[in-house]
């Protein structure tokens, strides 16, 4: 008999399509890996690296305080049952130069996301789930009320519709599956300026309505890839002449890609 899989490891990459901001060539992009010692068929506890190259464009020639390196890096805690789920993620949020000068971080670094989502009414297959949020999705930190409606049908799909997020998943066959999402994809980081004198924070504010194809080619192992949308972005940051940069991006694509296995 096969030995139960006890961690997963997942690796991402998503890049924006190439566009132009304020006459600039404007191509934000993120990489994430995350691994999970899998505690029980509930429960999982690990860490997670995300890496984002925001790109900041410069606004009537003045540069950003910060080169658009940023990093959110942390452990993670996750429980789920039939009526209720939990997910604790708390990290620090900074700049590249950040993680290179450790010496350097202070308490407005750290930053939470959280979630505990439970069911208030219906059962397996047909439910209302009442949720509270912790987190910077929308590019503040704050804590919000989420509710959502859940079908789940006996041919595969998987229907969620709500707030903040929604989505429809559906089995095309036993290793491939599709699913549609639209979620707010926003974030804030505490960043440095070169000689680390300067901190202030950089804000991102932007949904995102995105086509994953799933398959997996044996069992333990999934390959996504995906495309979608990013819009309703914008920018809040500082520059390098202490200024206040507020800027608006056009609604663009991007594309993506991400590997996982259980072992």
């Known amino acids: 008999m096969a030995q139960e899989a006890r961690w997963r490891l997942q690796l991402s990459t998503e890049n924006n399509v190439e566009q132009s901001v304020l006459g600039q060539p404007y191509q934000p992009s993120m990489s994430e890996i995350a691994i999970d010692r899998i505690l029980d068929a509930g429960a999982s506890a690990g860490w997670k690296h995300e890496y984002r190259i925001l790109d900041l464009p410069e606004v009537n020639g003045v540069a950003a305080q910060t080169n658009g390196h940023v990093h959110r890096t942390g452990p993670t805690w996750r429980k789920e049952s039939p009526e209720r789920r ?22 407005q670094d750290l930053s939470l996301m959280a979630a505990i ?18 987190d910077d999705r929308f590019g503040d930190e704050r804590l919000y009320p989420g509710l959502y409606a859940q079908v789940i049908s006996t041919n595969g799909h998987e229907l969620r519709l709500g707030f ?18 639209v979620a707010p994809d926003g974030g804030k980081w505490r960043v440095r300026d070169e ?42 940051y500082l520059l390098q002449d202490g200024s206040s940069a507020y800027v608006e991006v056009p609604d663009t694509s991007f594309f993506g890609f991400s590997v996982s296995a259980r072992f």
Request: aromatic fraction near 8%.
């Open 195 to 236: 000689e680390l004198a300067q901190h202030s924070d950089v804000q991102l504010r932007a949904w995102e309505l995105v086509w994953i194809a799933r398959w997996q080619p044996v069992d333990g192992l999934a390959l996504d890839v995906r495309i979608g949308r990013r819009f309703d972005t914008d920018l809040r």
């Open 117 to 134: 989502d439970q069911r208030i009414a219906g059962d397996a297959s047909k439910a209302w789930w009442l949720a509270l949020y912790a």
């Open 164 to 181: 903040p997020d929604a989505s429809w998943r559906w089995r095309l066959s036993q290793r491939l599956q599709s699913e549609v999402i």
């Open 86 to 107: 939990i997910r604790v993620e708390p990290r620090i949020a900074v700049s590249s130069n950040t993680l290179r000068h450790p010496k350097d971080l202070e308490a």
